[in-house]
């Protein structure tokens, strides 16, 4: 599948998505691409939900540290130059680890400055094409 068949594959789901949703707005951010699809006719809300959106505080989502994942660019086995660990700090570009396939390794790298915050995957661990292997806070 090309690269702009990926992006409408993706952009379809998202959309079945909002249908099937009581959201009117749905973001997503990753590895450098951005799209927000929003549902005609505006924002829906039920009486049941509206009291408590109305009650959360507005400094509770302003702290919550925006995050992106690291996905596995091929198939294969990965292997790390380290072992990883919560809070460990990563620069953009800074090598992660490595995704072996019949004798190639593809190098993985993060996408963004920032702290490790899960490590989804360990060094021989098979992956599939699009596993996510790491969750990281953005600086």
Request: charged share 20%; aromatic share 4%; proline share 7%.
């Amino acid at each position: 599948m090309s690269e702009p068949d990926h992006v409408l594959g993706l952009l379809d789901d998202l959309m079945k998505a909002i249908a099937n949703s009581p959201a009117a707005t749905i973001e997503v951010e990753a590895d450098g691409f951005a799209v927000t699809v929003t549902r005609a006719g505006g924002t829906v809300t039920t009486p049941a939900r509206a009291p408590v959106l109305a009650s959360l505080p507005i400094e509770a989502e302003a702290s919550t540290p925006k995050t992106q994942r690291v996905h596995a660019s091929t198939v294969g086995i990965f292997s790390g130059p380290r072992s990883w660990n919560p809070g460990d700090s990563v620069t953009r570009g800074e090598t992660l680890g490595g995704i072996q396939t019949l004798g190639h390794t593809s190098e993985v790298k993060a996408p963004a400055d920032g702290e490790i915050r899960e490590v989804l995957v360990t060094t021989g661990a098979p992956v599939e094409y699009g596993q996510a292997l790491f969750v990281i806070a953005l600086r």
